[in-house]
């Protein structure tokens, strides 16, 4: 049953990572051409600010589908009510809090916005409306269905949310692309985008209802939730590191370049997600292992988690630090408003997300283990080696600046991470970890050395498919051999599941 639940989950979750990547061109790029940069830059700045509300979730998330680990393997009902009702009454604080927050920011946004380069500026009323219409989804996601997605998730039945939000994504992406095509306003696209997705939370609740014996109406005397408040750190790492980029230009910067960023970070996002979205089943059946104490599995469960995840991140990655660029040359071509093309930037934006990638394995043990007080430290530096390095070098370098900010960050929590681990949690040599990070290093250099010289031949989407195919058949062709030489057993041991499935 745990093997069935992880296939239907990464597979679903895989499926709507893959719907989100290519939605996620869809739309960007009919509001990039329809509207122009400073409006594309304002509706991501727009949600970046709104996204850090989600500071005063304060790791309780992570923390709470944790603790349900444990109550969800002994079919604790009433443990698994407690939990949900305190994380009900939690989040939906966080809700009315929210709602003052989307006050002041339509209040103050207006005047924390740079215009330099001559840019199109907007009206207060203009933006006030486009603030309302971007927030309305988040508001219904923490007052009605974040405490459903966690429980399911920790239940190994994120499959049922994936769907969902697959099904309300291409609703989402079909119903705009036809608005925008027919000259609806901005305001209009995202109001139309906030009420599909309410779509997703009222779902979740009529399953959860159905499925679960939860008592809402419980009351507790102790606190159920253990470590409500240990996973600040940890969270608001998250957070900082994912927002603080978009952030810094806004206030910084300008909206144009903000508008660079983001469409250089469609890109990476979707290739990131990708990888995240293997880690959702992976982490729930690594917090149940753990809970069991079946620590022989665990460590065979990681060992091959990790391997996966660093041979997976070098050659997809590499294959996005070749192709970003000329992607965008011709994702943006026609824009005279801003320049896209920004090589250096796009290149160490790539490396900085894979670095987020490579810690996964590591992070997810921390995670599933419950560790969150003991790892504190490391969150806390991350984060002040990302905002600080991000605000000095904006001004030097601009959108390079804070992808080195990222870069450094990223890098520093893996390297910590991978430590801890070795330490208290798997308990093993550095070597391993030291071996598998020599054997990226190796791959990404002579897959690179190999596929750098080669051209697109046209501005076109058909010469950039021809290059992408040629540059991934060459890296899939390396990575393939250095693991040989290297990894023999975890690549005939993959070979083998992969032949196992396509006979079944």
């Not at 040359?329 to 896209?340: E, F, K, L, P, R």
């Not at 007080?373 to 600046?401: D, E």
Request: net charge positive.
């Amino acid at each position: 049953m745990r093997k069935k639940k992880l296939i239907w989950n990464t597979i679903s979750s895989l499926v709507f990572q893959i719907t989100t990547i290519i939605c996620g061109f869809i739309l960007p790029h009919l509001i990039l051409h329809h509207f122009g940069s400073s409006i594309n830059g304002l509706v991501n700045s727009i949600t970046q600010f709104l996204a850090v509300i989600t500071f005063l979730e304060l790791g309780v998330g992570a923390v709470v589908q944790s603790s349900l680990y444990k109550p969800l393997a002994d079919k604790d009902n009433e443990a698994i009510s407690k939990i949900i009702v305190s994380a009900n009454r939690f989040f939906r604080n966080i809700a009315r809090i929210l709602l003052v927050y989307i006050i002041v920011l339509i209040i103050v946004y207006p005047f924390i916005t740079n215009h330099y380069e001559n840019e199109e500026s907007f009206s207060w009323i203009y933006t006030a409306c486009l603030i309302g219409a971007i927030s309305i989804s988040s508001f219904a996601q923490y007052y009605y269905g974040v405490v459903d997605r966690l429980l399911l998730t920790a239940d190994q039945r994120g499959y049922i949310q994936y769907t969902a939000q697959t099904v309300t994504l291409i609703l989402n992406t079909i119903t705009c692309a036809i608005m925008i095509n027919f000259g609806a306003s901005i305001h209009l696209v995202k109001l139309t985008t906030s009420l599909i997705f309410l779509a997703r939370p009222v779902f979740l609740r009529w399953y959860v209802n159905r499925n679960y014996s939860i008592n809402r109406k419980i009351q507790y005397k102790e606190e159920p939730i253990k470590q409500k408040w240990n996973g600040i750190a940890q969270h608001i790492s998250s957070v900082v590191l994912d927002h603080t980029d978009t952030l810094v230009l806004t206030v910084l910067s300008t909206l144009s370049n903000v508008s660079i960023y983001s469409v250089y970070f469609l890109v990476v996002s979707g290739v990131k997600q990708m990888f995240l979205s293997m880690t959702g089943g992976i982490q729930a059946l690594i917090g149940e292992l753990w809970a069991r104490k079946d620590n022989k599995s665990l460590e065979q469960t990681f060992s091959w988690f990790e391997w996966l995840l660093h041979t997976g991140t070098v050659f997809v990655f590499g294959c996005t630090a070749m192709l970003i660029v000329p992607f965008e040359s011709v994702y943006t071509n026609g824009m005279q408003d801003a320049n896209y093309i920004q090589p250096m930037f796009g290149v160490l934006l790539v490396i900085a997300n894979a670095g987020h990638c490579l810690r996964l394995p590591y992070n997810v043990m921390i995670l599933a283990a419950g560790h969150y007080k003991q790892t504190q430290k490391c969150y806390i530096i991350a984060v002040i080696i990302n905002i600080v390095l991000s605000v000095v070098l904006v001004f030097l370098f601009g959108l390079v600046g804070v992808a080195i900010g990222t870069l450094v960050a990223m890098f520093y929590q893996t390297i910590w991470m991978a430590l801890y681990n070795s330490k208290f949690l798997i308990k093993r040599s550095m070597s391993v970890f030291i071996k598998q990070v020599i054997v990226d290093i190796l791959t990404a250099c002579l897959a690179a050395v190999s596929t750098f010289w080669i051209p697109m031949l046209s501005l076109s989407y058909q010469s950039w498919i021809l290059m992408a195919v040629e540059i991934a058949g060459i890296w899939f062709l390396i990575t393939l051999l250095v693991n040989y030489f290297v990894y023999k057993d975890k690549l005939i041991r993959l070979y083998d599941r992969i032949k196992t499935k396509v006979i079944r």
